[in-house]
Structure formats: structure tokens, C-alpha cells
């Protein structure tokens, strides 16, 4: 059982680093299709749980860490802000995040360094997943459209207007509502 606060190195958003020593300069690379954890996205658009996302990296040890960068690729699939129909979007991101060696934490840490967001290894593992949520989340459009022009949807009908460029409503004036009333009666009286 895992422990709480411990990494799986079976998971595949965990990188072993052991290769890499504590030799500032060394680096690897390493290229993976992970599948995409739950929640990677907003609640317009976002890569599917399952769906897989190619991962293209390299890890580089340095003074205060592994620097990991690389890119991520992925099909993030959403529903149109306007219309509701599908959107499927290309995600294409760089991802940059430096893994400090816990003591190197602990140091900035007593030293009155309060970042935040630092990630720290954990013995010679590499937790992804929090960088891969940071760095593919923020990419993704805020208001995805099917179509940068998408009309959107009738406000009476409801009916998706790209699929009816003509579609409209004969709408009666409410200010002159009341003088539809006397050509009615008017049409009523002539057919008597």
C-alpha cells in the first residue's frame, strides 16, 4: 500500500531521476504517451480522462534540482460557447518547472523563501501531474468557439443559427400589441 505523501514509480506521471545523480549537467530525455488524469481541463473544454497525452522532455540536474522541460500534446474536446456543439482544440504547450532536492527547500524555507508553488523531489521521484494540470489548464481558450464567427443559438427557439443562416421570428412590437387585437376583430367583421 502507498503510503500518504509517498509516490508510486509505477504511475506514469512519475519520473525516477536516480540515473541523473546529484551531477549538475547530466540530463536525459524521455518520451512517453500517458493517459490523461481526470479533471485535466475546465468545465467548457478539456482533455478526456483516458485520453492519451504525449509527453516530450528532457531532465537536467542542476545545483538546486532537476529542471524538467518539454512539451505536452493532447486533444482537449469541449462544447462551443455559443452554439453547445463540439469543439475539439489541439493542445501544443512548454512545460518548464524546476524540482528542488528537498534540503535546498528546506534551506529556502528557514531562510524566510515562501514560494509557493516549489515542487520538491521525493527521494530521486519526479510527481508530474500537479505541472502537467498547471501547465495545460491555463492553455486551454477560456470561451471555446466551433468557429470564431459561430452565430450561436436563437434566443427564441433556441435553434443553432450556423445551421439556418435565415432562420428568424416574425416578432410583433409589444408598443403596438394591442392593435393587433382590432385587426383581428376588423378581418372578423369583413368575413361576416
Same mark, same amino acid.
Given at each position: 500500500?502507498?503510503?500518504?505523501?509517498? +509516490?508510486?514509480?509505477?504511475?506514469?506521471?512519475? +519520473?525516477?531521476?536516480?540515473?541523473?545523480?546529484?551531477?549538475?549537467?547530466?540530463?536525459?530525455?524521455?518520451?512517453?504517451?500517458?493517459?490523461?488524469?481526470?479533471?485535466?481541463?475546465?468545465?467548457?473544454?478539456?482533455?478526456? =480522462?483516458?485520453?492519451?497525452?504525449?509527453?516530450?522532455?528532457? +531532465?537536467?540536474?542542476?545545483?538546486?534540482?532537476?529542471? #524538467?522541460?518539454?512539451?505536452?500534446?493532447?486533444?482537449?474536446?469541449?462544447?462551443?460557447?455559443?452554439?453547445?456543439?463540439?469543439?475539439?482544440?489541439? #493542445?501544443?504547450?512548454?512545460?518548464?518547472?524546476?524540482?528542488?532536492?528537498? =534540503?535546498?527547500?528546506?534551506?529556502?524555507?528557514?531562510?524566510?523563501?515562501?514560494?509557493?508553488?516549489?515542487? =520538491?523531489?521525493?527521494?530521486?521521484?519526479?510527481?508530474? =501531474?500537479?505541472?502537467?494540470?498547471? %501547465?495545460?489548464?491555463?492553455?486551454?481558450?477560456?470561451?471555446?468557439?466551433?468557429?470564431?464567427?459561430?452565430?450561436?443559438?436563437?434566443?427564441?427557439?433556441?435553434?443553432?443559427?450556423?445551421?439556418?443562416?435565415?432562420?428568424?421570428?416574425? %416578432?410583433?412590437?409589444?408598443?403596438?400589441?394591442?392593435?393587433?387585437?382590432?385587426?383581428?376583430?376588423?378581418?372578423? %367583421?369583413?368575413?361576416?
Amino acid at each position: 500500500m502507498q503510503r500518504p505523501g509517498h +509516490l508510486d514509480p509505477r504511475s506514469p506521471f512519475v +519520473l525516477d531521476t536516480h540515473e541523473l545523480g546529484r551531477r549538475p549537467g547530466s540530463m536525459r530525455t524521455d518520451e512517453r504517451t500517458v493517459p490523461a488524469p481526470a479533471d485535466l481541463g475546465t468545465d467548457v473544454i478539456g482533455i478526456p =480522462e483516458g485520453d492519451d497525452v504525449e509527453l516530450d522532455l528532457r +531532465l537536467e540536474a542542476v545545483m538546486e534540482g532537476i529542471l #524538467v522541460s518539454g512539451t505536452v500534446r493532447g486533444r482537449a474536446v469541449g462544447e462551443c460557447v455559443r452554439c453547445l456543439g463540439e469543439v475539439v482544440e489541439d #493542445v501544443d504547450v512548454s512545460l518548464t518547472e524546476l524540482y528542488v532536492y528537498p =534540503e535546498r527547500a528546506a534551506a529556502a524555507a528557514d531562510a524566510g523563501d515562501d514560494e509557493e508553488d516549489v515542487h =520538491e523531489l521525493e527521494g530521486d521521484l519526479i510527481d508530474l =501531474e500537479p505541472v502537467l494540470r498547471d %501547465t495545460v489548464v491555463p492553455a486551454l481558450p477560456f470561451q471555446p468557439l466551433c468557429q470564431p464567427d459561430c452565430p450561436g443559438l436563437c434566443s427564441e427557439c433556441g435553434a443553432r443559427l450556423a445551421d439556418d443562416p435565415d432562420h428568424s421570428h416574425e %416578432t410583433l412590437d409589444p408598443r403596438w400589441s394591442a392593435l393587433s387585437g382590432l385587426v383581428s376583430q376588423d378581418d372578423e %367583421t369583413k368575413e361576416s
